[in-house]
């Protein structure tokens, strides 16, 4: 037992070293997140719009700024999450593979990884709430930082499976862009008021979508919808134990050369 501890531990700080050391996930998880809901809260009017939310069957009204400012928070934290997981997972690809050529045990290594998504997540939840709060009169500060952490929690998941997926950096953008900007787009309340289009109720952030949007803007906490999240970050959380656990690494084409010739 205390071998593995002591692995977990070693690796869940070496992986939250490597968050702090990358600039660039700093530069995304402070000054992204802050611009972004400035950007909605300047760029959308406070023209009072009707939204229909299905977690409270009944329609909400509230100024289309502040609408905006929660969905773009929701997007963001999306993006921060998944992009910081998903450069910390691909970049570490070689010195895991090594560590489990070395007889480094397995289940430590993606307990620890998952552990660090966690950690990062609500974090970046915490952080993401307080702002919303400066900016907005939020009934609910608690459900709403549950929220954030359910979305960054499902998109931290996704990036940790296609770290350990995709062959280059770039696919990994582009499809965590993708993802996020259909997830967020369908589900904007100031552009789609609705929110009626097919097949919305299954995508990966309605239910802390709809969460969040009550909590910040109406008395009501559909605790219920939150949950939807959790099966999602659970399903997500449990195919990239999966892709690591199955992963069998093979020796470098150099390591086998030197040790034919050694023998």
């Known amino acids: 037992m205390r071998p593995s501890w002591t692995a977990f531990t070693e690796l869940l700080g070496c ?16 000054a992204f997140i802050p611009i972004w809901i400035a950007v909605a809260r300047l760029c959308t009017s406070d023209q009072v719009v009707r939204i229909r939310l299905d977690a409270i069957s009944t329609p909400v009204s509230a100024p289309a700024s502040q609408a905006g400012q929660v969905a773009s928070a929701l997007g963001a934290i999306t993006m ?14 070689e010195m ?20 660090a998504v966690a950690l990062s997540t609500a974090t970046l939840a915490l952080y993401t709430t307080i702002l919303l709060w400066i900016s907005l009169p939020v009934h609910h500060t608690g459900p709403l930082a549950l929220a954030l952490t359910g979305a960054g929690l499902v998109y931290g998941g996704i990036g940790l499976l296609l770290g350990s997926l995709v062959r280059g950096e770039l696919e990994g953008f582009f499809l965590i862009i993708m993802l996020s900007l259909v997830d967020t787009g369908l589900q904007n309340p100031v552009f789609n008021t609705l929110m009626d289009v ?3 109720s299954a995508l990966p952030l309605y239910g802390v979508n709809q969460l969040a949007l009550s ?32 992963h069998r690494p093979s020796r470098s084409p150099w390591s086998r050369r030197t040790r034919a010739q050694a023998g």
């Open 96 to 115: 895991d593979r090594r560590l489990l050529l070395a007889g480094y045990p397995r289940l430590p290594m993606l307990l620890a990884r998952l552990a």
């Open 198 to 200: 097919a097949g919305v």
């Open 80 to 93: 921060v999450a998944g992009f910081i997981t998903f450069i910390e997972t691909f970049r570490s690809r």
């Open 15 to 30: 992986t939250l070293r490597g968050h702090l050391r990358n600039r660039l996930a700093l530069v995304l998880a402070i």
């Open 215 to 246: 909590s910040a803007l109406t008395p009501h906490t559909p605790w219920s919808h939150g949950l939807l999240s959790l099966t999602w970050s659970a399903a997500t959380g449990a195919l990239a134990l999966l892709v690591l656990h199955t």
